[in-house]
């Protein structure tokens, strides 16, 4: 399982580095994510530009890095594929996050002091 | 793993297409890791039908769960049953059809799925059973036969791009 973090002010960002979410790693996944986001900021922002392919577990294993947040915080989608988005569209979880183009437009609403080093994406 | 392509049906009882039409046979021992190479080996292996995006992330889309279904469920992640696919380009989309000789399905019925519900609370939120409804979502014609001690699970995924014809 291949994950970068960036903390940030409020926020943290965390890439997927693998090109497929789905059964073989679903698990892995989520497990990492909790991990990973155990005294996360209120907004984690999970950039899924590089997933190529995801199935109904890589869909379950969002929703529950989500739900494993607790009420007091979000996970914010950014980079959806096509084939990536299709399935949050026709299993209807795209209402359930906030869902940023890319990752550069999910930073952007941020202050000053942290656009310099988002726009290096 | 074995896979096997045909580039042409010569049997004449046979659906017949226009042209040359794609067959694929695999047969593999269902693992996850081998629903991931056979996933691969079946896409390049369509590369024929020149499929546009969107169809090309269907088909891979619900191949992947019908064979996530039988390695989770049917084998119950043992990872030694065999799983048996037959992909075959039909002017109606393709045509495919799995067997396994695992555990039957409950009530000998594929399961429908659960609908959505995105306005539920987000600790209500189901985190698993979106296969089926993607499944019955983006196939036709499904029909699921226990015949001796294997399952036969056989359905149709629509494509767009129409087959040349002459």
Same mark, same amino acid.
């Not at chain 2, 369509?46 to 996530?68: H, K, P, R, T, Y």
């Not at chain 2, 000789?101 to 959505?116: S, V």
């Given at each position: 399982?291949?994950?970068?973090?960036?903390?940030?002010?409020?926020?943290?960002?965390?890439?997927?580095?693998?090109?497929?979410?789905?059964?073989?790693?679903?698990?892995?996944?989520?497990?990492?994510?909790?991990?990973?986001?155990?005294?996360?900021?209120?907004?984690?922002?999970?950039?899924?530009?590089?997933?190529?392919?995801?199935?109904?577990?890589?869909?379950?294993?969002?929703?529950?890095?989500?739900?494993?947040?607790?009420?007091?915080?979000?996970?914010?989608?950014?980079?959806?594929?096509?084939?990536?988005?299709?399935?949050?569209?026709?299993?209807?979880?795209?209402?359930?996050?906030?869902?940023?183009?890319?990752?550069?437009?999910?930073?952007?609403?941020?202050?000053?002091?942290?656009?310099?080093?988002?726009?290096?994406? | 793993?074995?896979?096997?392509?045909?580039?042409?049906?010569?049997?004449?009882?046979?659906?017949?297409?226009?042209?040359?039409?794609?067959?694929?046979?695999?047969?593999?021992?269902?693992?996850?890791?081998?629903?991931?190479?056979?996933?691969?080996?079946?896409?390049?292996?369509?590369?024929?039908?020149?499929?546009?995006?969107?169809?090309?992330?269907?088909?891979?889309?619900?191949?992947?769960?019908?064979?996530?279904?039988?390695?989770?469920?049917?084998?119950? &992640?043992? !990872?030694? %049953? +065999?799983?048996?696919?037959?992909?075959? #380009?039909?002017? =109606?989309?393709?045509?495919? /059809?799995?067997? &396994?000789? !695992?555990? %039957? +399905?409950?009530?000998?019925?594929?399961? #429908?799925?659960? =609908?959505?519900?995105?306005? /539920?609370?987000? &600790?209500?939120?189901?985190?698993?059973?979106?296969?089926?409804?993607?499944?019955?979502?983006?196939?036709?014609?499904?029909?699921?036969?226990?015949?001796?001690?294997?399952?036969?699970?056989?359905?149709?995924?629509?494509?767009?791009?129409?087959?040349?014809?002459?």
């Amino acid at each position: 399982m291949q994950l970068d973090t960036a903390h940030y002010d409020g926020f943290m960002v965390v890439t997927l580095l693998e090109d497929r979410l789905d059964a073989a790693i679903a698990l892995d996944f989520k497990d990492t994510m909790r991990d990973l986001t155990m005294d996360a900021p209120p907004r984690v922002i999970l950039d899924m530009e590089n997933v190529r392919f995801l199935d109904s577990s890589g869909l379950g294993a969002v929703i529950g890095a989500m739900k494993q947040l607790g009420p007091k915080r979000k996970l914010e989608l950014a980079g959806l594929k096509p084939a990536v988005e299709k399935v949050f569209r026709l299993t209807r979880m795209d209402s359930i996050f906030v869902i940023h183009p890319n990752l550069a437009g999910a930073l952007s609403g941020e202050p000053a002091a942290n656009t310099g080093q988002a726009h290096a994406y | 793993m074995r896979t096997e392509a045909i580039a042409h049906t010569s049997d004449p009882k046979e659906e017949r297409v226009p042209g040359n039409s794609v067959e694929l046979r695999l047969v593999f021992p269902c693992t996850q890791s081998n629903v991931r190479r056979a996933l691969a080996s079946i896409m390049s292996g369509l590369g024929a039908m020149n499929l546009c995006d969107d169809d090309s992330s269907s088909i891979e889309l619900v191949l992947a769960e019908v064979l996530n279904n039988v390695t989770e469920h049917a084998y119950r &992640d043992e !990872g030694t %049953g +065999m799983i048996e696919l037959h992909l075959k #380009q039909t002017e =109606a989309g393709l045509s495919c /059809r799995v067997i &396994d000789n !695992g555990e %039957g +399905m409950p009530r000998n019925t594929p399961p #429908q799925g659960i =609908a959505p519900c995105p306005n /539920r609370p987000l &600790d209500q939120q189901p985190e698993g059973g979106f296969g089926w409804f993607l499944i019955r979502h983006l196939t036709s014609d499904l029909a699921y036969m226990r015949h001796a001690n294997s399952n036969v699970l056989s359905f149709r995924i629509e494509v767009g791009q129409a087959l040349p014809r002459n």
